[in-house]
C-alpha cells in the first residue's frame, strides 16, 4: 500500500481535467479533493486544509484573462496555501503574474506528467529544505554575494519565489554585473542545489562546435572527433544548465536548443539515438535580444522559452550601498593571494570608489582593488593608489619620494599586462634589461603578475 503523500485540492472547472489529475494523483499516493468554482474552493479549503492546490487559471468568467484565477489565489495565498498554477501552453504572462502574486510553480496544459509529479514531491515533501534555504541565507550564499541596497533587497525578494522552482531564467545586465554570480545564487537557493551546476560561455565557443559543446558527439562524427565528448546537457542532468552570453548561439543550432527545452530530448552529433535530459537552465546576456529578434538574429519562440522570467541586475552605479562591502570583500582574497597581511582602505579611497561611475562594474571594482593590494606598501591603500580612470596624473602620484611612484608604475605595468615583460617595458618606455634591474631593485617576482609569456 502507497505511503500517503498528502492532500490535494485540484480546482478546475472542466471535469475531465478533474478526473484525469485525480487518476494520476491518487495512482501515486496523493489524497484528492475537487472543486469546480471559487465557492466550492473556499468549501473544499475550509473543510479539508489541503496540502496543496493546483488551480487553474481560467474558470467562467472568461477563458483568457485569468482575472478569477487570479482572485482565488490572492485568497489562498493569504490563507498560507501552497498553490500550483495550471494555465494553457503560452500563457506565460499570466503565469509570470501569478508567481508574482505568490504561487510556487506552473505547469502547461497538456502537463508533462514527470515534472508535474516531481513539482508536487518539491513542495510537500521539500519543505523543510526551502525553508532552510530562505532562512539560512549565510549558508547559500556564494562568495561574493552581496545584497546590501535597496535593489539588490528587492532581488533577494524575487529569488526566493523564483529559485525553488525549475522555470527557466533570462537574467539581463552590463558587462561585470554579476551574471554568473547570480546564476550561482538561483542555483544554490533551488532545489538542485545538490545535483550538478554546469556553466556553458556561449561567447568562447567557435561557431562549429556550438552543437557539440551543447549536446556532445560520437568519435568520429566530424573532422578531429578522434574522441567521443560528453555535452553540457548531459553533463547538467538533473541540474543545472547555465548559458552565458545566449546572444551569440548561431540561427542554425537554435532549433535544436529549442527542442531540448520543449522536449527535454536530443541526439549526440554523429549518431541517431535521442536521448533525454532534465536539466533547469538559466541564460545571461548583455545583448538586447528583442532587437536581434527584429533583425532575424535570434528565434522569437526560443527567447520565449528562455526568459519565463527575465532577471534584471543592476548595474554597480545604482547600488552604491554595495560598494564597500564588495570591496572589503576583494580586498580580503587579494591581500590573502599576495600574502600582503592586513590591508585597509584610507577613508578617502572608499569615498572615493563609492563616487565612481564604474562602467566596467564589480568586475572593473575587483581588478581595481587587486592592482592597489599590490602596490600597497604600509598596509592602508589611499585614494591616489587606486589610480581610476578620470583621475589626473597629478592626483595620482601627489607629492612623494620618485623612488616610491616608480615601484608603483612598475607594478602597475606589470599587472596590467600580466607579467609579459615586453609589453610593461615598452608602455613605461624603457628597456627590457632596464624593467628588469627595477624588478630587481623592488624585489617583484614577475609570476606574481601572471603567466610567463615572453
Known amino acids: 500500500m502507497r505511503r500517503d503523500q498528502g492532500l490535494v485540492l485540484v480546482a478546475d472547472d472542466d471535469e475531465d481535467i478533474r478526473l484525469a489529475l485525480e487518476l494520476l494523483l491518487c495512482s ?74 505568490g504561487a510556487v510553480d506552473f505547469i502547461e496544459k497538456p502537463w508533462d506528467k514527470s515534472r508535474l509529479l516531481q513539482i508536487m514531491q518539491q513542495q510537500l515533501q521539500g519543505e523543510r529544505i526551502a525553508d532552510a534555504v530562505v532562512s539560512s541565507p ?12 535597496p535593489s539588490m533587497q528587492e532581488l533577494e525578494l524575487m529569488l526566493e519565489q523564483l529559485a525553488p522552482t525549475d522555470a527557466n531564467i533570462l537574467i539581463l ?32 565557443v567557435p561557431a562549429t562546435l556550438f552543437e557539440s559543446e551543447l549536446f556532445g558527439h560520437a568519435k568520429g562524427a566530424f573532422t578531429d572527433a578522434r574522441e567521443a565528448r560528453t555535452g553540457r546537457f548531459e553533463l547538467a542532468n538533473g541540474g543545472t544548465l547555465f548559458m552565458d552570453e545566449v546572444g551569440t548561439l548561431p540561427l542554425d543550432v537554435q ?28 541564460s545571461a546576456t548583455n545583448a538586447d535580444l528583442n532587437t536581434s529578434v527584429a533583425e532575424g538574429r535570434f528565434r522569437q519562440d526560443l527567447l520565449f522559452r528562455l526568459n519565463t522570467f527575465v532577471i534584471e541586475l543592476p548595474p554597480l552605479r545604482d547600488r552604491q550601498e554595495d560598494i564597500p562591502p564588495l570591496a572589503e570583500h576583494f580586498l580580503q582574497a587579494f591581500s590573502a593571494k599576495y600574502n600582503k597581511g592586513q590591508v585597509q582602505l584610507s577613508n578617502d579611497a572608499m569615498q572615493r570608489l563609492v563616487e565612481h561611475s564604474w562602467p566596467g562594474n564589480i568586475r572593473e571594482l575587483s581588478h581595481v582593488i587587486e592592482r592597489s593590494v ?38 602597475a605595468a606589470l599587472l596590467h599586462y600580466k607579467g609579459h615583460i615586453s609589453k610593461a617595458a615598452q608602455a613605461l618606455g624603457i628597456s627590457r634589461m632596464a624593467l628588469y634591474r627595477r624588478m630587481e631593485k623592488f624585489a617583484l617576482d614577475k609570476q606574481d603578475f601572471g603567466p610567463d609569456e615572453d
Open 173 to 204: 545586465g552590463e558587462n561585470g554585473t554579476g551574471k554568473s554570480q547570480l546564476a550561482k545564487r538561483i542555483y544554490q537557493m533551488s532545489y538542485r542545489s545538490e545535483a550538478p551546476f554546469v556553466t556553458m560561455n556561449m561567447g568562447a
Open 138 to 149: 549565510v549558508k547559500t550564499t556564494n562568495q561574493g554575494w552581496i545584497a546590501v541596497s
Open 255 to 282: 532549433p535544436k536548443l529549442l527542442r531540448v527545452l520543449e522536449t527535454g530530448e536530443y541526439e549526440i552529433l554523429g549518431t541517431s539515438q535521442t536521448r533525454s535530459t532534465n536539466v533547469r537552465v538559466i
Open 28 to 101: 501515486e499516493g496523493y489524497r484528492v479533493v475537487e472543486a469546480a468554482d471559487g465557492r466550492e474552493i473556499a468549501v473544499q479549503v475550509s473543510r479539508h486544509r489541503p496540502d496543496i492546490v493546483l488551480l487553474d487559471m481560467n474558470f467562467h468568467r472568461d477563458t483568457t484573462s485569468g482575472e478569477e484565477g487570479l482572485e482565488y489565489l490572492q485568497s489562498l495565498v493569504q490563507q498560507g496555501l501552497k498553490v500550483i498554477l495550471m494555465t494553457a501552453w503560452g500563457s506565460v504572462d499570466l503565469a509570470v503574474r501569478g508567481m508574482k502574486s
Open 374 to 411: 599590490l602596490i600597497c606598501r604600509d598596509g592602508i591603500i589611499q585614494s591616489s593608489q587606486l589610480m581610476l580612470a578620470g583621475s589626473s596624473t597629478k592626483q595620482q602620484v601627489g607629492l612623494r619620494p620618485l623612488e616610491e611612484v616608480e615601484a608603483e608604475l612598475v607594478e
